[in-house]
Structure formats: C-alpha cells, structure tokens
C-alpha cells in the first residue's frame, strides 16, 4: 500500500506568471519613454512656430519699422532744404544730418538681417537760365538782358531695405523736396522759387556720395552768399528763368497754383503767365520754363551753397557804386568814392584790386584799393586848389578788362569857391553872393558832437536865394549831415545846427556853407572845428 503524502505533486507551468511579467515591465517601458516623445513633439512644434514667425512675423515687423524709418528721412531731407535756405539767406556754415541706414533691434530666438542701408548722392550738374533780366544804374552792364546760366544739382536720398521694397528716393532740389517713385513724383513741401515779385535761385554746387548704415552728418558751406537782393525788370519781351526739376508739369502746376497769372492781370499780385515743361507728363519734366509778366519789377535772389568741400568761390564779375556818384564839392575840397566787387550771383567779391582814373581836373588817392569782406574798395577825388567856374569831373573805378561791367563811373561837380574867406561861382549870368561864416557854437558833451552855426551872406545883384550848411569829414568829404536856409535880397544871415552821433561822430571836422542866389551863382566859405570822436 502506498502512501499517498509522500507522492509526488506535478508542478504548474509557470507561463502566466512571466507573460504577467512581462507586461508590467512594458508598461513601466511605455510610462518612462512616453515624456520623451512628449517632449520632442513640443520641441518640434516649437521649432516650427520660430520658423513661421521668422519668415512671417519678423519680416513685417521689421518692414514697418523701415516704413517709419523712411517717414524719418523724408522729414530729415525736408529739414536739408531748410538748411540750404538759411546758409544761401545767413552766409553761414550749417550742418544737416539724415538717418541714412537703420539697424534692427536685437529679437531673442530670432534672426535679423544686416542693418539697412542709404546712400547720400548729389546729381549731374545742370544749369539755371535767366532770360531778359534788366537792372538799372552801374549793375545794368551785368544785368543788361542777355541770358545768365548758373550751374546747379540736386541731393538724392536712396534707400535699400531689407524687406520695405517700394520705398521712394526723396530728392532735395533747392526750390522743392518730393518723393520719387517708380511711376510717380510726389511733392513733400512748399515751393520757394517764387514768391509774388520775388524770385529766389539758390544754386547747390558739390560733388558727393556717401553710403551709410547709421546717421549722415551734410555740411553746408556758402560758396556765394549771403544773397543780395537785385531789382530787375522786362519792359518789352517778357523776363523767363528755366531750371532743372524732376517734378512732372502737373506738379509744379499745383505748386504754383497761387502764383499763375495766365491773363497777366496787373492788379492781383501774381506774375507767373506760364508753366512750361520740355517733357509733358507723366513723364518728370527736365526742364520747366516759368514766364513772367512784363511790365513789373521783380526782386531777385541769387546765392550758392555747396555740400562738399573745395568747392571754391567765384570770382569777380562786374563792379557797380555804392555812393559818391552825382555829387558837388567845393574847390580844394574832397569827395569819397565807393565801390563794390560783385561775383555773377550779385554777391560780394573779396581780394580784388581796383584801380581809378581821373577825367579831368584833381587827383585820386585810394583808401582801401583792394576789396574787403564786403566786396567794397575805396577811394577819395581832391580837387584842386582854385578852379575858374564849376565844372564836372568823371572818375572811373575799374579792375580786370576794359569791360563796361568792370567799370563804375563816378561824376562830380568841382564847385568855384575862389575868393578870400569867401568863394564866389557865377554861372555866367551878374556876380556871385559872398559868404562868410560869422560863428560856430560848438557843443561836444554828452554822445553827440552839435555845431550851431551861423553865416552872413550879401549879394550885389539883390537875389539871394538860400544857403545850405554842411558838415564833413575833412578826409573824404563825406557830408555828415547838412541843412538849408532860404535867403532873400542883397543881404541876409541865417543860423542852423549840424549833427553828429554814434559812428559818424569824428576829431575832426569841416564846416562848408554855401550860398546860391536864383541866377545859379554860388559862393562858399569853410572852416575846421573840433570833435570828441576817435
């Protein structure tokens, strides 16, 4: 009999266990890898995101902040013309700046382009026309009709984004800033060509390009100026100025808008008749010719600026007076003679030499032959000792050639003062008055020197007519101030003040009366006196 406890017990397959096993061990597989693919995924979703945003989002962004950019400069350039009207109005040195490039701001996970950049450039040069242009006097031999040609450029301002593609040039001409676009011009400020009666031509000399990624500092230099004004006028054919533009016809049509005048209407303060392109729009003009009325008087504005260096200053054109022309002096007396050096902008010509001649009796001595700062050279007629009747002298200031521009003619009446104590001119019709100055009360205190003077005259024909008082600068016979009394019969006296303050007080004076009765006659006497300037 078998004992059935100590029989052995089959053992189980242990299959279910290990399958068990083996899941868990999966899942415990699954539950670690699971965050790592979670990760890579947003990882990978983050990447995209940046690179949508790279080519989306920074490119707009940075295209806008080249719109403003662009705003920036217009306004800047704007400003440039601003600055070459008050370096053309002032003489002065100014300097202008413009934004030329843009560097972007520094974006985290993002990447920018280069800075953008702009270039400064002026243009080929081009010539301003000036036709039937008319002055009177010495500066007629300038300004005698004939046309007068004045080279002059423009400042172009040139982007190159990185993303804003359309954006304009914008261009500086010295009357007008516009935007230039591909198909179009578009004006950004007010014209200052013409005014009314008024016509300013500043001209921009210069050669330059610059190419900047940060701010552009523009000097500007006065090459001619500060601009003088000269009056001019058309009696017959009409006066015309051409210059060179960009602009279309249809622009400078609006920009002149209040300044046309097609009927020539003399009442209503316009004086444009026509506005003339030599090419029709669209197509920008190139040259615009502008008519003015005839028959008025326009006041005329030229200077030149330039926005490089060495450009040099141009040379003396014409010489025209300034004062001592038409006047009277007594014998042995003198008389100041100023002229002015003037460059084809009407402008004052330094270091030139002028040299004089006499027609006639006296001398010339000069007091400043070389021109100054001012342009203005100096000399003073003495005429002689004793002439027999008055008589005229002309005096010719010249330099350079034997041009009439580079002439100024001076006349002077030498009067006929011979006589003791007492000069006498008789104009070939009875005797000549006496003269005789009986006093002078002098009061030289205080910020004024005040003569107080009195003169007897007589006349042996009985017709007085008055006696004029004169107070000089014994040097150059300047008349410092004067005064006149009426006289009447054989004899008669009379009293009057002479003044002299601020800068034309001197240490020394001369005191001429003179007296004239109705038939021309004339007869003088003069005495020297003392004052307290330096």
Known sequence: MSDSSTSPRRSRPPRFTECRTDRQTHRAADRAVSPVIGAILMFALALALLAILQTTAVPALNEQLEFQHNEQTQDEMAELETVLGRVAATGS????????????PP??????????????RTTDAATIDVVNGHATGETADYWDGAEKSFETRAVVYAPSYNEYANAPDTVVEPWVVYNRFEEARLAITEQDLVDGRRLTLTTLRGERTTSRTDRLSIGVEPTSAPARTVTVRADDDPMRITIPTELTEDEWDDLLAAELDPASDPDNDRYVTSVDCQQDPPTPCGRLTLTLEPGATYELRLAAVAVAGEVPEPPATYLTDVSGNATAIPENGGQKLVVEARDRFDNPASGVTVTGDVDGDGTLRSVDATTGVDGRAAFVYEAPESVDGSRDVTVTLAFGSDQPRQEAAFSVR??????????GTSAGNGAAPETTITNVDANTAGARDRFRVSVDATDSDGDLDRIE????????????????????GGADSATERLTADGGDRADEYRIVATTADSAGNTGSDDRAVSGTGS
Do not use: C, H, K, Q
């Open 107 to 120: 974006r985290m996970f993002f990447v920018n382009p280069p800075p953008a950049s702009g270039t400064v």
């Open 93 to 104: 040195d100014e300097t202008g700046s413009v934004s030329a490039g843009l560097r972007y």
């Open 414 to 423: 030498v009067m006929d003062t011979g006589g003791s104590g007492s000069g």
């Open 469 to 488: 008082f004169a107070l000089r600068d014994p040097e150059t016979g300047t008349v410092i101030d004067s005064a006149t009394a009426s006289a009447s």
